[in-house]
């Protein structure tokens, strides 16, 4: 017999639009059913660390208010990763966390990575996980879609339209640096949707030669501009990392791509001027646009419901049309999703002329 009493809810990895609507609606489903919800902040350091951060959220305190309309997490987030060396030492302060805040149940909001670490810390607990998806970057498996994806390509189209403008202006290349890491999604979706003329994307090897043979194919139709949208996961044309930066734990830190290629195009051909716009942060920002704050309705609510049933280590997703629910080990096993290079998104890119690489 299910006898669910407290539960939590995190938020963890990097933020984007549609987290505040995310907890709003599983504090609004746990009400009805009369549970207590916990938010925790900081992510899973409001849990293993002391004092625990957490504060009780209740549709009046905190749907009834404008915060499920923001973008951002009103509990924080955490995001620079966990030595792997640490995770059994973590486990177990995350294990009398959960004890001495009494949680029979945790909500994560998260992308593919706090889903691995948040599943692998709950195994020497009783807790209950259910986890939600969210990313810009939509590689989370098995999921077509994770909350705050198309908010991040609405700001990255609405973006490269702008530039578009400014380009035809002064006879120039518009080179556009979004985010995405290692999975080309982001950039696929938004340069369809603003008609670019190039778009690269870690999943697909391309050239330089290859970008100017497109930017000549333009110049000779008579246009003056250009618009190429670029993935921050891409690396040089040898197959370099252009930043060397790493992050707390050692992974790489994106970013550069987008001066690279302007520098080694501009050698090579000059009937356009280039210019790089990184479009950094303020793609995770913005008003959720209105599927964000569906799937996040819909997602808070599943989770609920989900645990209710007694359902253990799953992962809310969106299918076909429909919500359900995979195995959260299934989900850790199938890791980053990436852009399937034969798929309808790529294959719409080729038929409209688009360079999207050697492929």
């Not at 973590?90 to 149940?105: H, N, P, Q, T, Y």
């Not at 909001?109 to 020497?124: A, F, L, T």
């Not at 120039?172 to 369809?192: F, K, P, Q």
Request: glycine fraction near 10%; charge should be neutral.
């Amino acid at each position: 017999m299910n006898q669910i009493k407290r539960i939590g809810v995190l938020t963890s990895g990097g933020d984007c639009a549609g987290l505040n609507a995310i907890i709003s609606a599983v504090v609004e489903a746990a009400e009805k059913k009369g549970w207590e919800v916990y938010g925790i902040n900081d992510g899973t350091e409001g849990i293993t660390e002391k004092p625990h951060r957490y504060e009780v959220l209740t549709v009046k305190n905190f749907s009834d208010t404008p915060w499920p309309r923001l973008s951002g997490s009103y509990l924080g987030s955490l995001n620079k990763g966990l030595r792997i060396e640490s995770l059994e030492d973590v486990s177990k302060r995350f294990a009398i966390g959960v004890k001495e805040l009494g949680l029979d149940a945790i909500v994560v909001i998260g992308g593919d990575g706090s889903m691995n670490i948040v599943s692998n810390m709950s195994k020497g607990s009783l807790v209950k996980i259910v986890g939600i998806p969210k990313t810009i970057d939509n590689d989370t498996p098995i999921t077509e879609f994770s909350v705050g994806f198309q908010t991040a390509v609405q700001y990255c189209t609405t973006s490269i339209d702008s530039l578009e403008l400014t380009a035809r202006s002064h006879n120039r290349a518009m080179i556009t640096e979004v985010m995405g890491r290692d999975a080309g999604h982001l950039a696929l979706h938004s340069a369809l949707a603003g008609k670019a003329d190039v778009c690269l994307i870690p999943e697909i090897p391309y050239t330089i030669d290859g970008i100017i043979k497109k930017l000549k194919e333009i110049k000779a139709r008579g246009r003056n501009h250009a618009v190429i949208v670029v993935s921050e996961g891409i690396r040089t044309e040898n197959g370099d990392m252009v930043s060397s930066n790493k992050n707390m734990v050692g992974e790489a830190v994106y970013g550069g791509i987008g001066q690279y290629l302007c520098s080694e195009i501009s050698k090579r051909y000059n009937d356009f001027q280039f210019r790089v716009t990184t479009l950094g942060h303020l793609q995770r920002s913005g008003v959720p646009v209105a599927f964000d704050r569906l799937l996040a309705a819909t997602f808070g609510a599943k989770a609920v419901e989900l645990l209710a049933a007694g359902e253990d280590n799953k992962m809310v997703i969106w299918k076909d049309g429909e919500v359900s629910a995979a195995s959260l080990p299934e989900v850790v096993k199938a890791g980053t999703t990436l852009v399937d290079t034969e798929g309808k998104y790529v294959k719409a890119a080729k038929d409209l002329g688009m360079y999207i690489g050697e492929i």
